[in-house]
C-alpha cells in the first residue's frame, strides 16, 4: 500500500499523560499536512509542513502541541498532559507541490484518540 | 461564523433520486473550491474540484457562484453506495494549501 500511513490507528490514553502520533506521508510528496476532526466537524487545519520546515501553524495549536518531520519524511505529532477536548481524530495529509496546478491532498486513515 | 457552512442534512433520498448540497463561504478571496467525500470512520477522499464554469463528472455536477459565494453539488441517479458525509471544502487565498472544512452534509440513499 503506497498511500498515507499513520500509526497507531487507536489510542487510548489518561488525562495528564502525553501521546505521539506518527504520519508516513506517500514518498515523494514535500508537503504534509495535520488536520484534527471531532464527531459531526469536518477536518480542521492544524499545521504544514513544506520538507522539514514547518511553515504554518494553526492557533488551534496549543504550546501542548508540537509537530515535527525531521527529515522531511515521516511526522510526528505530539500532545503533552492530554485533555479531554484533545479527543479526536487526527489526520495526516500529503500532496506534491507542481507549480501551477492543484495539489491533491491525500488523507491517511487517521489515529483516533480517546482521552479518559 | 463559520468560514465554509452546509446543511447538516441528513438527507435521506430513494435510489434513483436527485439531490442538490449547498454550502457558502466567507472569505471572498478563496482561491479554490472543492467536494470531499469522507465515509463513515474512514478519511476524507476528493471527489471533485469546483470551477466558476460548472463541472460535471458522471452523475455529479459541481458549480461555483464567486459573486453570492455559494458552491453546490449535484447528484443524479443516486445510488446506495452515494451514502457518505459531503465535505464542502475551499482554499483560502496564500494559505500554503491549507484547505478549510465544511461541517459535512451527511446523505443516505435506501432503497
Known amino acids: 500500500d503506497t498511500g498515507v500511513s499513520q500509526n497507531p490507528r487507536h489510542k487510548i490514553t489518561k488525562r495528564g499523560q502525553n501521546v505521539t502520533f506518527r504520519c508516513d506521508p506517500i514518498?515523494?510528496?514535500?508537503?504534509l499536512y495535520w488536520y484534527r476532526q471531532t464527531l459531526g466537524q469536518g477536518p480542521e487545519f492544524l499545521t504544514y509542513?513544506?520538507?522539514?520546515?514547518?511553515?504554518?501553524k494553526s492557533r488551534l495549536l496549543s504550546d501542548r502541541f508540537s509537530a515535527e518531520r525531521p527529515k522531511g519524511s515521516f511526522s510526528t505529532l505530539e500532545i503533552q498532559r492530554t485533555e479531554q477536548g484533545d479527543s479526536a481524530m487526527y489526520l495526516c495529509?500529503?500532496?506534491?507541490?507542481?507549480?501551477?496546478?492543484?495539489?491533491?491532498?491525500?488523507f491517511g486513515p487517521g489515529t483516533r484518540l480517546t482521552v479518559t | 461564523r463559520k468560514e465554509v457552512e452546509q446543511d447538516p442534512g441528513p438527507f435521506n433520498v430513494p435510489e434513483g433520486a436527485t439531490v442538490a448540497f449547498n454550502c457558502t463561504y466567507s472569505?471572498?478571496?478563496?482561491?479554490?473550491f472543492f467536494w470531499y467525500r469522507q465515509d463513515c470512520r474512514k478519511e476524507p477522499k476528493l471527489l471533485m474540484s469546483?470551477?466558476?464554469s460548472g463541472n460535471e463528472d458522471g452523475r455529479f455536477t459541481a458549480q461555483l457562484n464567486r459573486a453570492s459565494q455559494y458552491i453546490s453539488l449535484l447528484i443524479r441517479d443516486s445510488k446506495l453506495s452515494d451514502s457518505a458525509t459531503y465535505l464542502c471544502?475551499?482554499?483560502?487565498?496564500?494559505?500554503?494549501?491549507?484547505?478549510?472544512f465544511g461541517a459535512g452534509t451527511r446523505l443516505a440513499v435506501h432503497p
Open positions: 469546483v470551477y466558476s
Open positions: 514518498s515523494e510528496h514535500n508537503r
Open positions: 495529509a500529503s500532496s506534491l507541490s507542481l507549480a501551477g496546478s492543484y495539489e491533491e491532498q491525500y
Open positions: 509542513f513544506q520538507n522539514e520546515a514547518q511553515l504554518e
Open positions: 471544502v475551499v482554499k483560502p487565498e496564500g494559505g500554503y494549501n491549507k484547505l478549510i
Open positions: 472569505n471572498s478571496a478563496s482561491q479554490s
